[in-house]
């Protein structure tokens, strides 16, 4: 049911006596469906206080913030790419050797044993541009009483430089996963930000509806004890004998649909509540908790109403502010770094290898000399340069990625032209809407004021015999439809500005703790659009 049915709420038709009865029965129905708040503490609730609950427990809030912490690892986890590695190694062996019968006699031994001790420790980093740098050095050691009787002690250290020329090289290859991850770390901060102006503007349109519903409430409810005070003077005239018994009837009958009436908009109210309740995100056992509001709809004046120039100018520049056209428009900038890079990754490739390095040797046995092997009796420097070629015949796999990158660059675009086109709509329609319930509540207050002299009228001439009740009541289901059409009105013009507000997100809001947002933020349009006096 649309809210406009939930504020309006049409006339029973039938006889007196089943409408009395239906009425009792629904109500009956309403009481079991709907718990009774008045027995738990209620608390009254404004307008800033509700928003303000939704910026600390709203769950789509708390998504979004997971969402750019889950972003912020990605980035964090493609940085890594680029992390110094370090390794170290080492090896101890020891082999057996059986001699021949001639190197058994020659050395006097039937075999003997090699004792091997390896030490290794290098660094290596891939850059961004797409080099890789290492170093590593490295000593060996070898003892044995026939091959290496003087247990040579060697040392070696290299430093390499490998470069891509073709695949992989530059920034925009070897870091484009980097980058593209930094993009999407930026968009969903925007879609943070998103997020808390879609969840205030929700709970600022659930607010004003739970108000709008009280209003209805209370206003159904003086119609009920209007409509019981006619009866009452039904009764006393119709004891003069000014006015037929039947007069009694119908006042009951009016009686008893007002009452259906103010049961059903009762039933609005707690379902009013429960949708505020879950906007801002408190528990289910608390929504009985939420009093009645504090704050009334945002008052209406002439002089608040944008010119055209001034709305021109606003539509122009709607686009600065919204987060998710920014967030589109980063993905969209990732989308071309990832194309980019598999435009890239379709070359060969061709890398040059160039290394530098120099030797060392200490004979000796003891342990020691394991550590001088890098400093004593050196030698070089030892030269390295190679070419590496490779490319695969059909290229498949490139080519594929470079054909999906190329969709998805085309989406995203896609996506940013139809954002914009739909911010110039969400914007010219709030304005619409804002326009046309200005002019709407204007005229169903002047309705409101009519009607209520109208009906004053009636009844004292109903009194005096001169008019019906039915005319009576007539004119009281117009007093009572005009005051819901002027609370339809108040309640489409206070969403509609926040409607405005969101669709150019003029809601100043920082990331949490640090929130800042004040009441005129919420109920009156954006300062750009005030009319100069």
Not at 125 to 140: D, F, M, N, P, W
Not at 393 to 421: C, M, P, S
Request: with cysteine; hydrophobic share 40%; net charge negative.
């Amino acid at each position: 049911m649309s809210r406009t049915a939930l504020l309006r709420l049409s006339n029973v038709c039938l006889p007196a006596p089943l409408l009395v009865g239906c009425t009792w029965a629904f109500a009956v129905l309403v009481t079991v469906a709907v718990p009774d708040a008045s027995a738990e503490e209620t608390q009254r609730i404004g307008l800033l206080e509700a928003v303000r609950h939704t910026l600390q427990h709203n769950p789509n809030v708390k998504l979004s913030q997971f969402d750019v912490e889950a972003s912020r690892g990605a980035l964090q986890q493609e940085s890594g790419s680029f992390d110094t590695v370090s390794a170290v190694s080492g090896e101890v062996s020891r082999e057996y050797t059986i001699l021949t019968s001639v190197e058994r006699e020659q050395a006097g031994i039937d075999d003997y044993d090699t004792d091997g001790t390896t030490l290794s420790a290098g660094l290596s980093r891939y850059l961004r541009t797409g080099q890789t740098v290492s170093v590593e050095a490295s000593v060996s050691r070898l003892a044995d009483d026939i091959s290496y009787p003087t247990t040579p002690n060697a040392g070696a250290v290299q430093f390499a430089l490998l470069q891509p020329l073709l695949k992989g090289r530059g920034r925009d290859a070897a870091a484009a996963n980097e980058s593209q991850a930094e993009k999407q770390l930026a968009a969903s901060r925007y879609d943070l930000q998103r997020s808390i102006a879609e969840q205030i503007a929700a709970t600022v349109a659930a607010y004003w509806d739970y108000h709008a519903s009280q209003r209805v409430l209370e206003t159904l409810k003086q119609s009920e004890q209007r409509a019981e005070r006619r009866l009452e003077d039904t009764k006393a005239l119709v004891a003069s004998g000014e006015i037929p018994q039947t007069d009694i009837e119908q006042s009951a009958a009016d009686l008893a649909a007002r009452a259906a009436r103010r049961v059903k908009a009762e039933a609005a109210v707690f379902a009013a509540r429960q949708a505020l309740g879950i906007a801002i995100g408190i528990p289910n056992d608390s929504f009985s908790t939420l009093g009645e509001t504090t704050n009334s709809f945002p008052t209406l004046e002439t002089k608040d109403l944008p010119s055209k120039a001034q709305i021109a100018s606003f539509l122009a520049t709607c686009f600065s502010q919204r987060s998710d056209l920014h967030a589109a428009e980063l993905r969209a900038e990732a989308a071309q770094i990832v194309l980019a890079a598999t435009k890239n990754n379709e070359l060969p490739q061709l890398d040059l290898t160039i290394g530098a390095g120099y030797s060392a040797l200490d004979e000796g046995s003891p342990l020691g000399r394991l550590r001088t092997a890098l400093s004593e009796d050196s030698s070089g420097p030892n030269l390295l340069a190679s070419l590496t070629y490779s490319f695969p015949v059909e290229n498949n796999t490139a080519q594929g990625l470079r054909v999906q990158a190329e969709a998805l660059l085309a989406q995203r675009k896609i996506l940013v032209e139809e954002l914009q086109r739909q911010i110039r709509s969400d914007v010219a329609t709030a304005f619409a809407t804002i326009e046309g319930n200005f002019f709407s509540y204007q005229q169903s207050q002047a309705a409101v004021r009519a009607f209520e002299r109208s009906l004053e009228n009636e009844t004292t001439k109903q009194r005096m015999g001169l008019s019906s009740i039915l005319l009576v009541q007539q004119v009281e289901d117009q007093l009572t439809s005009a005051i819901l059409d002027n609370i339809q009105a108040a309640r489409d013009y206070a969403v509609a500005i926040i409607s405005l507000r969101l669709a150019s997100e003029l809601l100043p809001v920082a990331e949490e703790p640090h929130y800042q947002l004040s009441l005129n933020d919420l109920i009156t349009l954006p300062p750009t659009l005030a009319q100069q006096q």
